[in-house]
């Protein structure tokens, strides 16, 4: 479960985002709309510890990550795929996927999370060894979902029957 609880988000003295509240339960599909500029990115990076809340609450599975190191959102399970996709256009594919899988949990479990990502998008199995800037951009948008899958995120885990 996550939950997001009356949190404000701003830029220097601006609001971006203000008094959001939504809840994701395991197994659950929530999507965020809204015209450019309502401040959608603005909160999806809040809620993976890009970006400071400057008031209200994140809770992850009954725990208070409000305020925990951007480091540790990932170690609650939490990934995002950054707009841009933001891959390392220079490392193969192969290496993109493999720093998905830094944080010690997922390393244990790299080459299982590689089968399974390869099962997911095939393509990538072709382009393995090809620098990710040699990728179409849909190729490339594959990467980058399945570089955040690679980190184990609870979303994986309940998507693919974890």
Not at 27 to 51: D, F, W, Y
Not at 144 to 152: G, H, T, V
Request: some cysteine.
């Amino acid at each position: 479960m996550y939950e997001v609880a009356n949190v404000a988000v701003n830029y220097g003295a601006a609001a971006a985002v203000s008094d959001v509240n939504l809840r994701i339960d395991a197994g659950e599909l929530v999507v965020v709309v809204g015209p450019n500029g309502a401040g959608k990115s603005t909160l999806i990076n809040a809620m993976a510890g890009l970006h400071p809340v400057a008031s209200g609450r994140l809770v992850a599975d009954g725990h208070d990550i409000t305020r925990e190191a951007p480091h540790r959102f990932c170690d609650r399970g939490i990934a995002i795929v950054p707009e841009g996709r933001r891959l390392f256009v220079n490392l193969t594919v192969r290496e993109n996927l493999e720093l998905g899988s830094y944080r010690a949990a997922a390393r244990r479990m790299r080459a299982d999370s590689l089968r399974r990502v390869c099962a997911l998008f095939p393509v990538l199995t072709e382009r393995m060894d090809a620098p990710a800037g040699a990728l179409s951009g849909g190729q490339q948008q594959m990467l980058a979902i399945a570089r955040a899958l690679m980190s184990q995120p609870q979303i994986q885990r309940a998507y693919l029957g974890h």
